[in-house]
């Protein structure tokens, strides 16, 4: 059983900068992807920055530039680097696992494993 604990949520003003992190537990597969969404209130939850088990990334248009998805194998974790941060930014943010490849265009219903969320607040 795949179990993620996320950690490193907070609130930051516009322009700061957040590390989030994710540990990864129970999985011994090589061919995976996890990925980072987000879920502000009223709206569906969103794609944000996927990697797949040989390191190839995708992001959301608008993160690109300014979020780097990372994971450290030997410590079976993974990271959300975000910098130049915007009040559009704040949301909750889950990671997710699934076994096999990751999608073009990441979508909720494509991972069966997420942690329990961690909060970033933005503040202009």
């Known amino acids: 059983q795949v179990q993620l604990v996320e950690s490193g949520g907070g609130s930051v003003q516009a322009g700061g900068s957040l590390r989030l992190s994710c540990a990864v537990f129970g999985y011994t597969y090589s061919s995976y992807c996890m990925g980072w969404f987000r879920q502000a209130p009223g709206k569906e939850r969103e794609g944000v920055a996927t990697i797949y088990s040989h390191g190839i990334t995708t992001y959301a248009d608008s993160v690109k530039g300014r979020f780097t998805i990372s994971q450290d194998n030997a410590k079976n974790t993974l990271y959300l680097r975000m910098n130049s941060l915007k009040p559009e930014d704040t949301a909750m943010y889950y990671c997710?696992?699934?076994?096999?490849?990751?999608?073009?265009?990441?979508?909720?219903?494509?991972?069966?494993?997420w942690g329990q969320g961690t909060q970033v607040t933005v503040s202009s």
């Open positions: 997710a696992f699934r076994f096999g490849y990751c999608y073009t265009v990441p979508a909720e219903r494509d991972f069966g494993y």
